[in-house]
T-cell receptor, first 111, second 115 residues
Framework: KQEVTQIPAALSVPEGENLVLNCSFTDSAIYNLQWFRQDPGKGLTSLLLIQSSQREQTSGRLNASLDKSSGRSTLYIAASQPGDSATYLCALLYGNNRLAFGKGNQVVVIP | NAGVTQTPKFQVLKTGQSMTLQCAQDMNHEYMSWYRQDPGMGLRLIHYSVGAGITDQGEVPNGYNVSRSTTEDFPLRLLSAAPSQTSVYFC??????????????FGPGTRLTVL
């Protein structure tokens, strides 16, 4: 069974610092990896999708890397802003388009 | 496109009542799935469907029923609600094709409380 771990579970950073969020997984037989953002009481917003053959994906201030051999993905958020405060979820796509989720990184950016 | 829609947004049930959570998508996606989100547990797969008429169990299927009579709709039925089913329920969909390209799209969720 795929196990997905996100570390740290929660973190606070001052505005302007770079954020580094980690996701590790036990089974490298994945199709892709998706990072989502979730605001309190809200749904999931897709941020980035990295295909299994890719090493990284970038969108604006966000950069996500994928290393299947070591079972790791990292989400970098450059120059954090208070609006980046949210929970970030890592999810791996495996057979029949099913997702295995981590429990999330809860981020607070302090103005 | 409305994307993935879910109704109702909020629901309170009494133990033993039954209800159906609705999910619809207008993107002609073949794959649809239901997840529940609980504090400290993350999102867990309840049931999924790879096309009309085809469904299968996920990680936590007990107490839930699904059917998929059309491509657009994938309702989730609670047969006899229990307090352990208090949760936030999310529906997701994705297209058929090369799996590595398949981005998952989520609905806004249904917040269910069982008393």
């Amino acid at each position: 069974k795929q196990e997905v771990t996100q570390i740290p579970a929660a973190l606070s950073v001052p505005e302007g610092e770079n954020l580094v969020l980690n996701c590790s997984f036990t089974d490298s037989a994945i199709y892709n990896l998706q990072w989502f953002r979730q605001d309190p009481g809200k749904g999931l917003t897709s941020l980035l999708l990295i295909q299994s053959s890719q090493r990284e994906q970038t969108s604006g201030r966000l950069n996500a890397s994928l290393d299947k051999s070591s079972g790791r993905s990292t989400l970098y958020i450059a120059a954090s802003q208070p609006g980046d405060s949210a929970t970030y979820l890592c999810a791996l796509l495996y057979g029949n388009n099913r997702l295995a989720f981590g429990k999330g990184n809860q981020v607070v950016v302090i103005p | 496109n409305a994307g993935v829609t879910q109704t109702p947004k909020f629901q309170v049930l009494k133990t033993g009542q039954s209800m159906t959570l609705q999910c619809a998508q207008d993107m002609n996606h073949e794959y649809m799935s239901w997840y529940r989100q609980d504090p400290g547990m993350g999102l867990r797969l309840i049931h999924y469907s790879v096309g009309a008429g085809i469904t299968d169990q996920g990680e936590v299927p007990n107490g839930y029923n699904v059917s998929r009579s059309t491509t657009e709709d994938f309702p989730l039925r609670l047969l006899s609600a229990a307090p352990s089913q208090t949760s936030v329920y999310f529906c997701a969909s994705s297209r058929e094709g090369t799996p590595s390209y398949n981005e998952q799209f989520f609905g806004p969720g249904t917040r269910l409380t069982v008393l």
